[in-house]
């Protein structure tokens, strides 16, 4: 049987969960395994990241065992899910991309984390 891709998550950042909470809602087909790094299960290195990169930016790891970090992330997310195909399209372009990442970067580096 084929991996679902997984997305590594920080589940004490409100903004975050939040954000997850509504993607598993709309995710209708079940195509992503969402994994939240303070859960129990979550083994050292999972999907062979360490702890603390996960922490810092969302991690996608694919069915092919390929790493997606940020924005990149979003987009595979976002192109599993019906409602967000315009937006992959968009940010595919480019100049979208790397704004889009630009404007990620800054919100991961300034947020609150918990540990």
């Known amino acids: ?8 998550y920080d589940g004490n950042c409100k903004v ?3 954000e997850i909470n509504f993607y598993k ?8 395994e969402w994994v939240n790094i303070h859960g129990p299960f ?13 922490m810092r930016v969302l991690h996608l790891k694919t069915e092919d065992g390929k790493i997606l970090k940020g924005i990149d992330a979003f987009i595979k997310i976002w192109d599993n899910i019906k409602y ?10 480019y100049p979208f991309r ?3 990442n630009y404007i990620y970067m800054i919100w991961a580096k300034n947020r609150k984390i918990k540990y």
């Open 1 to 8: 049987m084929k991996d679902k891709t997984k997305v590594f």
């Open 16 to 18: 975050c969960s939040k």
């Open 25 to 32: 809602k709309i995710d209708k087909k079940k195509t992503i």
């Open 42 to 54: 979550l083994k050292p290195n999972a999907g062979g990241i360490k702890k603390k990169e996960l």
């Open 84 to 93: 967000f195909k315009i937006l992959v399209l968009i940010l595919k372009i």
């Open 98 to 100: 790397k704004f889009a």
